[in-house]
């Protein structure tokens, strides 16, 4: 093992959120290159962006208003996730357009003459979000459609007289209308049987057809058209995995979307009037943000690989080549170190194929130490992109694994299905599989075998260390939740209804949450923990770690707290970060031995006043 900071891997930048301004001459996008996310601004032929947002609090996303170079941007405090729209003004003035920072406010883009915008809130009711429209010019605005209900708003039809809205029944399952503005009516044009969503829609040129992501009546998200006013549905193209990202031109002639083969992406470009398919070649990694170029010559896009950190990239719609835009990420010293994984399958306790990627490092001469890191939804995927810590850990000589247990996505409707309430320790099972199959495929030191997981994710590391003590020498939980008891009596009220279709509802399955819950158990607990949360978490409310790490301390047993006070359910400060994945390191270090002698607890340094005592 050899002495490495962490550094240069914590301070690879990233960029997200390309939008072309209407001449196509300037690209706006959203990059952390000041530590905080900001909107940043690359002129054609230039080679350094200039920054055009001066905020305190992360810019969470950016939109161009329609045929003006203005630019509506979100904004949050401290993590809260109660986003805030603002106008950024071509000249630089910031206006604050919704001003309710109790609330959480979705932008569903400006109207064809630029002169609104319409978003939806749970400004009215905490449980429910509605659909507002809003004046650039007088910034009066005033509910379109409200009810009890997740209403959002997806697009604005080509003649700006009707909106095409959706209603979120759960977070496999939703319903697309056109909303007429002239009346208020709603004509839904989905209707199913089922669970199916519908995703990543948009208007065809006359506006009596929508494109659409759905796996309506499918395992897959495939490509179909539907006739509005008839709900006419017909498949366009189908796979065997998920399609994603689907975005189209002005002109209305050229759709763009990926295949997510097996947490890979596949960039797929689609000409309408000619029927006719071909991709691009990208390395190992995920395409996203998909944004055509107003004279439809080119398709900027964002890609992430575990060896090309997140950049704007732009595809010649000509030549079908490739060029990279931006470097934010560029680090010279990292650029031979950063390694990609092997995608891996193995059979879990029923036979089921479980994915996998494995990360090895690259030069060894015993056997690794592990950590299993588990990703969060559970309705998400682990996937392959640049983690400054997968990374370094490699780079320090451990083996790291991300398992896409049952109830990911990206493998089927079924698949995702598989962990549903009263089967969720079906889940904790395959990763439990997956250690035994890593002691004999992997090369693995079954005495050095950590679990790191966030969000939902925690809940799996906690479950792990409580259900299955055995197995672990370090755990790291991240904004997990101890209790599904406690979760669902305290997450955001709008977000409860959408978890109980995933987990249950404490009035039908209490009694299976009190069963398996980490905090009904922490006394089986025999693993160093490490805890991370943010205070202004509206998902996992904070509650959920102090409860497990006090119940931890009053028993004496070795765990450590890190909490933020400007941070939510993910941790998007430099700042905070460097704290963070310092704290990671080091423990595992400690944990496992690696740097030196002491016993397996994790023993507070000087360097961290941060942590609880």
């Known amino acids: 093992m050899f002495k490495e900071s962490i550094d240069p891997y914590l301070h690879v930048r990233y960029a997200k959120n390309p939008v072309y301004t209407p001449d196509g001459q300037k690209l706006s996008f959203i990059a952390d290159y000041t530590g905080i996310p900001q909107v940043w601004e690359l002129n054609r032929g230039e080679e350094w962006p200039a920054q055009i947002s001066f905020t305190k609090e992360r810019i969470t996303f950016v939109g161009l208003v329609k045929g003006t170079s203005d630019r509506i941007i979100g904004m949050d405090v401290g993590g809260n996730e109660n986003q805030q729209l603002f106008l950024l003004k071509e000249d630089g003035k910031l206006i604050g357009l919704t001003k309710s920072p109790n609330h959480v406010h979705r932008y569903g883009g400006s109207s064809p003459d630029g002169k609104w915008i319409v978003w939806s809130s749970n400004r009215r009711n905490l449980a429910f979000f509605d659909i507002y429209i809003q004046s650039l010019e007088t910034l009066e605005f005033h509910p379109l459609l409200t009810g009890d209900g997740l209403f959002t708003a997806v697009e604005w039809s080509p003649d700006g007289k009707s909106l095409l809205v959706q209603k979120t029944n759960s977070p496999l399952d939703n319903d697309l209308g056109v909303l007429d503005l002239a009346t208020g009516s709603v004509d839904w044009i989905t209707e199913h049987k089922g669970e199916a969503s519908f995703r990543e829609v948009h208007f ?20 179909a058209l539907i006739h509005i006013k008839t709900k006419h549905f017909v498949w366009l193209e189908q796979g065997n995995w998920d399609f994603e990202e689907l975005e189209m031109n002005n002109d209305k002639n050229l759709l763009a979307f990926c295949v997510n083969e097996g947490g890979v992406s596949r960039g797929v470009l689609l000409d309408i009037n000619r029927s006719y398919l071909y991709s691009w070649k990208t390395p ?164 050095r075998i950590g679990i790191m997981g966030g969000s939902y994710g925690g809940f799996m590391v906690l479950a792990a260390i409580s259900h299955y003590p055995q197995l672990w020498s370090a755990a790291i939980d991240i904004v997990g939740m101890s209790s599904l008891r406690t979760f669902l009596e305290t997450t955001h009220p709008w977000r409860k209804k959408l978890r109980e279709a995933e987990y249950g509802t404490i009035e039908r399955d209490g009694d299976f949450f009190d069963k398996i819950d980490p905090l009904n158990h922490a006394n089986r607990i ?58 990671i390191v080091e423990f595992l270090e400690q944990c496992f031995g690696i740097e030196d002698k002491r016993s397996r607890g994790f023993k507070r340094s000087r360097e961290y006043p941060f942590f609880f005592d």
Not at 349 to 355: A, G, K, T, Y
Not at 396 to 405: F, L, S, W
Not at 536 to 553: A, M, T, W, Y
Request: with cysteine.
């Open 204 to 223: 065809n040129q006359d506006g009596d057809h929508i494109y659409v992501l759905t796996n309506k009546d499918s395992e897959f998200f495939g490509l």
């Open 284 to 447: 190992t990694g995920i395409i996203k943000d998909l944004k055509f170029s107003p004279d439809s010559k080119k398709l900027a896009y964002v890609f992430n690989g575990p060896a090309y950190p997140s950049d704007i990239w732009e595809l010649d719609l000509e030549s079908i080549q490739p060029e990279r835009l931006t470097y934010v990420s560029r680090s010279p010293i990292l650029q031979d170190k950063l390694v990609e994984p092997e995608l891996i399958s193995y059979r879990s306790f029923d036979n089921l194929e479980i994915p996998a990627f494995f990360y090895k490092p690259k030069i060894t001469t015993e056997k690794f130490p592990l950590v299993i890191v588990i990703h969060g939804g559970p309705e998400s995927q682990s996937r392959a992109v640049y983690n400054p810590v997968v990374q370094y850990l490699i780079g320090k000589g451990y083996a790291v694994c991300t398992p896409n247990i049952r109830g990911s996505t990206g493998y089927g409707k079924t698949f995702t299905k598989l962990d549903d309430v009263r089967k969720r320790m079906d889940a904790l099972k395959d990763i439990v599989f997956l250690v035994e199959w890593l002691k004999v495929n992997g090369n693995i030191d079954s005495n």
């Open 526 to 583: 025999t693993t160093p923990l490490l805890v991370i949360h943010g205070e202004g978490d509206p998902r996992v409310h904070i509650k959920e770690s102090e409860q497990i790490v006090n119940k931890l301390k009053g028993k004496q047993h070795p765990v450590d707290f890190i909490r933020f006070d400007d941070e939510g359910h993910t941790i998007s400060k430099l700042k905070n970060k460097e704290i963070a994945y310092k704290a």
